[in-house]
């Protein structure tokens, strides 16, 4: 399939919005609200890899106390994008490149697996869902923003977990997602290999190989998409940071 994805360079992106959206909520939500901006925050690279949380700043940022944010460190530490310390201090996680490609193969035969057991299940409405989500995607691409296009990526790559209908799977998958989540964003970031646009055009055939529910075909084309990213994700490690979003 031919593709129609242009290159971009390095993407440039505002910081994920903030104190802009003080309205009253109930509990619940606003627990939710301070845990979304909370995992973005980290997710997109604000506290440096193995860097202490600075849980007095966060405070202010979020407009809340140490308790709800204590509450909401712990899900993250849960999810493995941070690790609580013995002196109640926390710090964002470190990987080493290791860990790293451990992990990415780890997620390369899930997602395979997944894509292959979706094609067997998935709904006409499943499909139209994840043909939205990648148009909205590929919008978010074009205006480079990587907030967005990150959440709809995150998305689709869920849905497609989702129609596999397999709670074991989906377990599995939520668990090491979230141990990778923070270096699969920054490794959009890497220069040499244009790995956005690439990412891009992986995401087209994506689609494609979903809507003729091609199995093994999917099932190839999603590990070589966690192939790629686990490249990146390497030689975003061993490549300068400046390329990072710095702190809002
Ligand atoms: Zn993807």
């Not at 619940?28 to 901006?37: D, F, P, Q």
């Not at 995992?39 to 809340?64: F, H, K, S, T, W």
């Not at 499943?126 to 919008?139: P, V």
């Not at 699969?184 to 994506?206: G, P, T």
Request: glycine letters at 6%; one cysteine or more.
């Amino acid at each position: 399939m031919k593709s129609t994805i242009p290159d971009t360079g390095v993407p440039i992106t505002p910081p994920a919005s903030n104190g802009d959206r003080q309205e009253n909520r109930h509990e619940a939500s606003l627990h939710g609200e301070i845990l979304l901006r909370l995992r973005d925050y980290v997710v997109e690279g604000n506290i440096p890899e193995g860097a202490r949380v600075p849980e007095r700043q966060l405070c202010e940022m979020l407009g809340i106390s140490r308790t709800p944010l204590r509450e909401a460190l712990k899900v993250l530490a849960a999810e493995g994008l941070i690790e609580l310390l013995p002196n109640r201090g926390a710090r964002v996680r470190q990987l080493s490149q290791r860990d790293l490609e451990e992990l990415f193969d780890v997620m390369a035969g899930l997602e395979s697996l997944a894509g292959r057991l979706a094609c067997e299940a998935i709904t006409d409405a499943e499909i139209t869902a994840i043909e939205q989500l990648h148009y909205e995607m590929y919008g978010y691409y074009l205006h480079r923003d990587m907030h967005g296009y990150f959440q709809a990526n995150q998305r689709i790559h869920e849905s497609i977990v989702a129609a596999a209908r397999n709670e074991t799977l989906k377990t599995a998958y939520a668990n090491f997602a979230g141990r990778i989540r923070r270096v699969r964003y920054s490794a959009n970031f890497a220069r040499r290999r244009q790995r956005w646009a690439e990412a891009m055009r992986e995401h087209e055939a994506i689609l494609d190989a979903l809507r003729r529910r091609a199995g093994s075909e999917l099932s190839d084309i999603l590990f070589q998409h966690l192939r790629n990213k686990r490249t990146a994700a390497i030689e975003h490690l061993t490549e300068p940071q400046e390329s990072v979003p710095a702190s809002p």
